[in-house]
């Protein structure tokens, strides 16, 4: 399989994009993960299930060529050699084999996103049409299941040794169905409307945003998941805003609203300090977050302290304070759900995941790619309550807003080659090239 970035005297006449292919082949597993979970068990082809984690082993392969060997990426290479470090602090700490497997198994979406460093996503033609038939479905799921009771609703099934269940439909109060449609979750299935409806709005009318953004924020309100309906609304809101300025400088201020939305990592933090100690009332609306406040956000902590002291520091390894833990570990009675990416990752990886953020925010500046930058907005906003490492999807997703980090263009800059040239370069693709007919309207691939 060829990549699309691969000089044009290597070509075969059918061109495919492997990681293009995996994110496909993912999004329609997780956006439809009761219907594929019920059938692939009923039908006792269970291993179609964990096609596309063998895909992403492919993957693991391309980003090791693409970004290590022709980027020369210092960083690239740091960070896989940090995740290899991480799966066996991991499995020293979590003492399993299984918990080994399930955490190799998390982490390959990681390396699926990051094949995307180079690319521009408006020109996965095809990709987005998944993309979009996902989002139309995915609000087909939910109204469906408003008034039907769907056969994978508390169906059971067998994950590397562990019994694991379809979610239920239940009650947030007393008369408040939370609706999960075909994913089988409800978080799931509001993150995948959230995420596809992004991904497609960039090239559709303002009406069609109008219109469809509307009717998604309604049907995320049936899957009750609050956080999901204010980035969305937030999303759609801002849009439209950068649909009446000028057109020059549209590019401008949806790289800034990409850049702020970094400000979210901090979130916990200040509401940690302000409000912690307040007591959460059960079945009242700020129940939620409070109890994150006090437990989800601070207890892992307070665990990790008592079980591996310089973990503070370095990580207690990939897996940690995930689902490899609650599955597969001894240490399951230490799990606490982490309903935050940026802290279940640093809890995962310590510093050098932080030292890695700042690569990332400082990437941003020269970001092209106006489906990135709508991402890393969405992304950054969503994750506040979310720890979205299940299903992979979320966290490929999160791989691909920060894959620019990655490129190549930014990889000269970091080993100083030309940096006068490099860094014009940038300048002038991130300003004067910045043409939006609409928002998020695909830029010009600069010069390799």
Not at 129 to 136: G, I, N, R
Not at 386 to 411: C, D, E, K
Not at 427 to 443: D, M, N, T, Y
């Amino acid at each position: 399989m060829i990549s699309s970035q691969r000089p044009a005297s290597l070509l075969l006449p059918i061109v495919v994009s492997l990681e293009a292919i995996v994110l496909a082949v993912y999004l329609i597993r997780d956006a439809f993960g009761g219907v594929m979970r019920y059938y692939t068990s009923i039908y006792h082809v269970d291993a179609l299930w964990y096609l596309p984690d063998a895909l992403a082993v492919l993957c693991v392969g391309q980003f090791i060529m693409h970004c290590i060997v022709r980027n020369k990426s210092i960083l690239a290479s740091l960070v896989l050699l940090q995740i290899m470090l991480s799966l066996a602090l991991g499995y020293m700490m979590l003492g399993t084999a299984n918990a080994l497997f399930s955490s190799f198994k998390m982490m390959l979406p990681v390396f699926v996103g990051f094949c995307f460093c180079d690319s521009n996503l408006g020109s996965y033609k095809k990709l987005l049409w998944v993309v979009a038939a996902t989002f139309y479905l995915s609000l087909v799921g939910v109204f469906l299941t408003k008034f039907f009771v769907m056969p994978w609703v508390g169906f059971k099934y067998e994950s590397f040794g562990a019994v694991r269940e379809a979610g239920r439909l239940w009650w947030a109060f007393s008369d408040q169905q939370r609706l999960m449609g075909f994913a089988a979750d409800n978080t799931m299935a509001a993150f995948f409307i959230l995420i596809s409806f992004v991904m497609t709005s960039i090239r559709k009318s303002t009406f069609w945003c109008i219109l469809f953004g509307s009717i998604a924020i309604h049907a995320i309100r049936l899957t009750t998941s609050k956080t999901t309906m204010i980035v969305l609304g937030l999303y759609l809101m801002l849009l439209l805003i950068v649909r009446m300025l000028p057109e020059r400088a549209r590019f401008p201020t949806v790289r800034a609203i990409a850049l702020w939305s970094f400000v979210a990592i901090l979130v916990p933090f200040f509401l940690i300090l302000f409000a912690s100690g307040v007591a959460a009332v059960p079945h009242t609306v700020l129940f939620s977050i409070l109890d994150r406040i006090n437990n989800s956000w601070q207890l892992p902590f307070v665990y990790l302290s008592q079980l591996m002291p310089v973990g503070i520091f370095t990580g207690c390894g990939a897996g940690c304070f995930n689902y490899p833990q609650k599955l597969f570990s001894p240490l399951s009675p230490y799990w606490v759900p982490v309903d935050n990416f940026y802290i279940g990752t640093y809890l995962m990886f310590g510093l050098p995941f932080a030292a890695f953020m700042v690569m990332v925010i400082r990437s941003t500046f020269a970001v092209t790619d106006v489906y990135k930058l709508s991402l890393i907005f969405v992304v950054n906003l969503f994750t506040i309550t979310v720890l979205n490492y299940g299903p992979a999807t979320g966290l490929l997703i999160i791989a691909l807003s920060f894959s620019g980090v990655f490129s190549r263009r930014l990889s000269r800059v970091t080993r100083g080659d030309t940096p006068g040239v490099v860094q014009q370069r940038l300048v002038h693709v991130g300003v004067s090239g910045s043409r939006i007919p609409e928002f998020g309207s695909q830029l010009p691939r600069p010069a390799q």
